[in-house]
């Protein structure tokens, strides 16, 4: 039986290439889940220097907090934030968790390959 086919948020989560974005955007997805009332893990300055980094300079991770249930702050297009009403459950960090992980075993699996190409030149 093939895979199931990803969701929506899966798909765009799926196409971050980065762990550390990855590792970035699990802490804040679990910070909301957790703690769902704290407003300080409700919002995402993109302008802090960590978050620019990493979710602002890898492609597809602002899409991906966006199909997340994150939106633009009216008042500051440089931040995102979760609206009243919106909350999220470990299943959302699951998702990234799961990609992170396939990314990490997609690397060593690289990375393996590339030893085995660089072995069979030199030989």
């Known amino acids: 039986m093939p895979p199931a086919k990803p969701t929506e948020v899966e798909a765009a989560v799926q196409t971050i290439k980065s762990v550390d974005t990855l590792e970035i955007m699990g802490k804040l997805l679990y910070n ?50 979760v609206r009243q009403g919106t909350y999220f459950s470990m299943k959302e960090v699951r998702i990234v968790e799961s990609a992170k992980e396939r990314l990490q075993k997609d690397m060593r699996s690289n990375s393996s390959k590339n030893l085995a190409a660089m072995v069979s030149v030199q030989a």
């Open 32 to 81: 909301c889940a957790v703690t769902p009332k704290e407003e300080k893990f409700r919002r995402i300055k993109l302008t802090n220097k960590k978050i620019a980094e990493t979710i602002g300079a890898t492609a597809g991770a602002i899409d991906a907090l966006l199909a997340l249930g994150w939106e633009y702050d009216e008042q500051n297009t440089q931040e995102l934030v």
